[in-house]
């Protein structure tokens, strides 16, 4: 990854992934929550198995049982989990004692983001109060992220707000779903296209390669 990291989520087809990974991103989520873009195990392991290697893959959860979430991430074949509802810092840690890479959303404005250390995932995520509601919150509340806690802002970021996003907040990446979408679950090519472009656009000039999915210390900037 170079620059800016970004994962394209809500994905449910094999065509909307590759034309992902085509266009530069550098993760897909599929979403096994309940959502109009819920997907099956075996459908996505369908799915995965005909991604490049380096493409990180993302299992979407919402308060399912930490059994049940390593069990599903592992039975559709996807390298990480995404913890998107209440989950508690043990319910992460039971999570992350089987799958590598964990990240953690956590919403715009509550307790859990000034306590982002506590949880120990691989990275976190930012997402409006509503978190999966598709609307953009108030940029200013990403200040209460402890410094140097590496995130991914999400929350109804398009292709017309992303650079502005990252301008303001310079998270380590973005996450966007409905943003490129022409229906649920289904992408817009031409959305998907200009969002890469916007993001790609704010890299800097002097972005380096990162791979924080496999890192010697997952949680290192927990004991900064």
Same mark, same amino acid.
């Given at each position: 990854?170079?620059?800016?990291?970004?994962?394209?989520?809500?994905?449910?087809?094999?065509?909307?992934?590759?034309?992902?990974?085509?266009?530069? &991103?550098?993760?897909? %989520?599929? $979403? =096994?929550?309940?959502?109009?873009?819920?997907?099956? #195990?075996?459908? /996505?392991?369908?799915?995965?198995?005909?991604?490049?290697?380096?493409?990180?893959?993302?299992?979407?959860?919402?308060?399912?049982?930490?059994?049940?979430?390593?069990?599903?991430?592992?039975?559709?074949?996807?390298?990480?989990?995404?913890?998107?509802?209440?989950?508690?810092?043990?319910?992460?840690?039971?999570?992350?004692?089987?799958?590598?890479?964990?990240?953690?959303?956590?919403?715009?404005?509550?307790?859990?983001?000034?306590?982002?250390?506590?949880?120990?995932?691989?990275?976190?995520?930012?997402?409006?109060? &509503?978190?999966?509601? %598709?609307? $953009? =919150?108030?940029?200013?509340?990403?200040?209460?992220? #402890?410094?140097? /806690?590496?995130?991914?802002?999400?929350?109804?970021?398009?292709?017309?707000?992303?650079?502005?996003?990252?301008?303001?907040?310079?998270?380590?990446?973005?996450?966007?779903?409905?943003?490129?979408?022409?229906?649920?679950?289904?992408?817009?090519?031409?959305?998907?296209?200009?969002?890469?472009?916007?993001?790609?656009?704010?890299?800097?000039?002097?972005?380096?390669?990162?791979?924080?999915?496999?890192?010697?210390?997952?949680?290192?900037?927990?004991?900064?």
């Amino acid at each position: 990854m170079v620059g800016v990291f970004v994962k394209i989520c809500g994905v449910t087809s094999e065509d909307d992934a590759l034309l992902a990974v085509a266009l530069g &991103a550098d993760a897909v %989520g599929f $979403v =096994f929550a309940p959502s109009p873009r819920q997907m099956v #195990p075996s459908r /996505v392991r369908d799915i995965v198995r005909r991604l490049p290697p380096e493409i990180v893959t993302v299992g979407v959860f919402r308060d399912e049982h930490p059994q049940r979430v390593v069990e599903m991430t592992r039975a559709a074949g996807l390298k990480a989990a995404q913890l998107h509802g209440h989950e508690t810092p043990a319910d992460v840690a039971e999570v992350a004692a089987h799958v590598r890479t964990v990240i953690k959303a956590v919403a715009a404005g509550s307790p859990d983001v000034a306590n982002a250390r506590s949880f120990p995932a691989t990275m976190m995520l930012l997402d409006a109060p &509503a978190p999966g509601s %598709g609307r $953009v =919150f108030d940029w200013k509340l990403a200040g209460e992220m #402890p410094e140097g /806690v590496p995130y991914l802002l999400a929350g109804g970021l398009t292709c017309e707000n992303v650079g502005a996003g990252i301008r303001q907040v310079r998270p380590y990446g973005v996450d966007v779903s409905s943003g490129v979408e022409a229906a649920p679950g289904k992408k817009d090519p031409v959305l998907l296209k200009r969002f890469m472009e916007e993001v790609r656009a704010e890299a800097p000039a002097d972005a380096t390669d990162v791979d924080w999915h496999d890192p010697t210390r997952p949680y290192d900037w927990m004991d900064e």
